[in-house]
């Protein structure tokens, strides 16, 4: 998850030299992929991702207070199915459930932490979300010894996901994310989990001044790639339904069930 760009400000610009240049021509990506529309700020798009709504949420506050009781959200029914999850989130401890902002990590970018039954019930000192939320600085061994979760939701800090540019590497917020992933995707790709069928879905959380298309960038041994794009209107249904269709999950959550999924831009497609 990157953060609070719109696709022309990533595309072509000279900033993001790795995202144009090394993973636009491998990869498959939309053109028109947007948040749903008029849902700001960060928060609830994350929520979104997770559970196919915002529940009404408009603002940015903290799981104490934006709290959700339902378990129709994605990572339980994922456990429900038997996939292994984990959310790897750049510079927690692992030591606590992540429910504060700490340094450059910020609660309202990792959605699973604001459901009941990851926290239970807001307890810092949950096991369940003590094991699934692990630091991001886990990834690289999990990787190494092929111990990564099915699916894993990736943060970077504030500053890496190219929201914050003051206390940062530099002032250019699109720079400095960019430099993050041409030290993280190859990595991953890397991977046997990669390599073996995995994919990687790149996309930013919203857009700037309204709804305009934000990034949505596919990298897979089964994506159609090569620099392969669509004009589809997508949001972040698409991808949440995308999810749920890979792992067979059923129901479609919330505004999943109507959306486009990212099919098009895979050659192999479950």
């Keep these: 998850m990157m953060e609070n760009h719109n696709w022309s400000d990533i595309l072509s610009n000279p900033s993001a030299p790795y995202i144009n240049n090394i993973l636009l021509p491998q990869a498959s990506y939309a053109q028109q992929y947007y948040n749903p529309p008029d849902i700001h700020p960060s928060e609830p798009n994350y929520l979104w991702l997770e559970a196919g709504t915002s529940f009404g ?27 292994t999850w984990k959310a790897y989130q750049e510079g927690i401890s692992g ?38 939320e692990r630091p991001f600085s886990e990834l690289k061994s999990d990787l190494q010894n092929n111990t990564v979760a099915q699916y894993n939701f990736i943060t970077p800090n504030v500053c890496n996901d190219m929201h914050d540019s003051n206390g940062c590497q530099s002032k250019d917020s699109i720079n400095n994310g960019d430099t993050w992933l041409s030290e993280q995707i190859p990595m991953i790709m890397a991977s046997k989990a990669y390599q073996q069928g995995g994919v990687i879905f790149i996309t930013w959380d919203e857009s700037e ?20 794009s669509n004009s589809i209107h997508y949001t972040h249904s698409s991808t949440l ?30």
Excluded: W
Excluded at 61 to 81: C, I, M, R, S, W
Excluded at 216 to 226: E, N, Q, T, Y
Excluded at 251 to 269: C, E, I, N, R, V
């Design 95 to 132: 030591l606590v459930c992540p429910l504060s902002n700490t340094g450059l990590y910020a609660p309202r970018h990792n959605p699973m932490i604001f459901f009941d039954d990851v926290t239970s019930n807001n307890n810092p000192n949950s096991a369940y979300c003590i094991t699934h």
């Design 209 to 228: 001044d309204g709804d305009h298309p934000i990034g949505m960038i596919v990298l897979s041994p089964f994506a159609k790639g090569g620099g392969y």
């Design 241 to 270: 339904r995308t999810i749920e269709e890979i792992f067979n999950l059923t129901p479609l959550l919330g505004d999943a069930s109507q959306a486009t999924d990212l099919s098009d831009l895979f050659k192999l497609f479950p």
């Design 57 to 83: 949420i408009t603002s940015d506050g903290n799981p104490l207070q934006d709290h959700q009781g339902t378990t129709d959200h994605l990572v339980t029914y994922l456990e429900k199915a038997g996939i």
